[in-house]
C-alpha cells in the first residue's frame, strides 16, 4: 500500500457484527482511511449515531427495498444514502436492519496521513467562498464527512472495506468515558426520544452539535457512561 499503509491493520468483520448501540460506541476513536491517490486521508470518528431495525427513526423501519439492501447485509458492510443534498456514511451492525451512522469525525495526521493529506481534504471540502476550512470544521458533520473523505454513495453503498482503498483502523485512541443523547433530525412520533447519539467529550465541541453547550444539563439532557453503556459520575 502507499503512504506506509501496509503497517496499519483494518478492523475485522467481527468488530461490526455487533449490537448498534455498543458498535457505535465502539467506535468513537477508531480512525477511518480513505486513499486519494498517492496520499491516505484520514479522519477519527467523535460522534456516533445507532439505528435498528424495530424503532421507527431508522431506514430500516420502512421496510426491505434494493437501496436499503446494505443495511439487511452482514454486519460491516457501507451503506451509504443522500442526505440533504450530500453522501452519508453508515456501517451495518449485527441482525437484519440495524447500522451505525457515522456522524462526524476529526482530521487525524500521523505518519501514513500527514497535511498533504490534510490539504487534500480542505481542497475536496472547500466552504461557502470556496476557502480552506479549518480543521476543527472540517469533518463536523455526515454530508461534511464524506466530501472531506471522497466517499461517495455509488462508489461504495452495499460494499464491504477494501483495505486498499478504504477501511476503518484501530489507532490506540479508546474513549473510556462517552457522552450518551437523542439522536439528531428525527421527526416527532419516530422514536426521536430515543438516546443513541454517541460523542467522544474531548471532540464535542466540534460534532454536529455539542452535547455539552450552554444550557444543557446531566441527567436530563445528555448522560456520561462508559464503553459498555453504564451511566458513570460526569
Known amino acids: ?23 457505535a460506541r465502539d467506535l468513537l476513536g477508531k480512525v477511518i482511511r480513505r486513499r486519494l491517490g498517492s496520499l491516505w486521508l484520514s479522519a477519527r470518528i467523535i460522534e456516533t449515531e445507532a439505528y435498528y431495525r424495530i424503532e421507527k427513526g431508522s431506514h430500516a423501519s420502512l421496510g426491505y427495498t434494493h437501496k436499503r439492501r446494505a443495511l439487511f447485509m452482514d454486519g460491516g458492510t457501507i451503506y451509504m444514502y443522500y442526505a440533504r443534498g450530500g453522501d452519508s456514511l453508515n456501517f451495518s451492525a449485527h ?18 496521513s500527514g497535511e498533504a493529506s490534510l490539504a487534500a481534504m480542505q481542497a475536496l471540502n472547500p466552504d461557502a467562498r470556496g476557502q480552506a476550512r479549518p480543521r476543527e470544521k472540517l469533518c463536523a458533520g455526515q454530508t461534511l464527512l464524506c466530501r472531506a473523505l471522497d466517499l461517495k454513495v455509488p462508489q461504495w453503498d452495499a460494499r464491504g472495506f477494501d483495505p486498499d482503498q478504504f477501511f476503518v483502523q484501530d489507532a490506540g485512541q479508546p474513549v473510556p468515558r462517552i457522552l450518551r443523547t437523542t439522536r439528531l433530525g428525527i421527526p416527532a412520533g419516530r422514536d426521536e426520544h430515543l438516546p443513541y447519539r454517541f460523542v467522544d467529550p474531548a471532540y464535542a465541541a466540534f460534532c454536529t452539535r455539542n452535547p455539552l453547550r450552554r444550557g444543557q444539563q446531566a441527567g436530563r439532557d445528555y448522560d456520561w457512561i462508559d464503553r459498555r453503556g453504564r451511566v458513570v459520575p460526569g
Do not use: C, Q
Request: without cysteine; hydrophobic residues 55%.
Open 95 to 112: 441482525g437484519p436492519g440495524n447500522a451505525v451512522l457515522i456522524k462526524s469525525a476529526y482530521p487525524w495526521l500521523d505518519a501514513v
Open 1 to 23: 500500500m502507499a503512504g506506509g499503509a501496509g503497517a496499519m491493520a483494518p478492523l475485522p468483520d467481527f468488530f461490526f457484527d455487533r449490537d448498534a448501540a455498543a458498535l
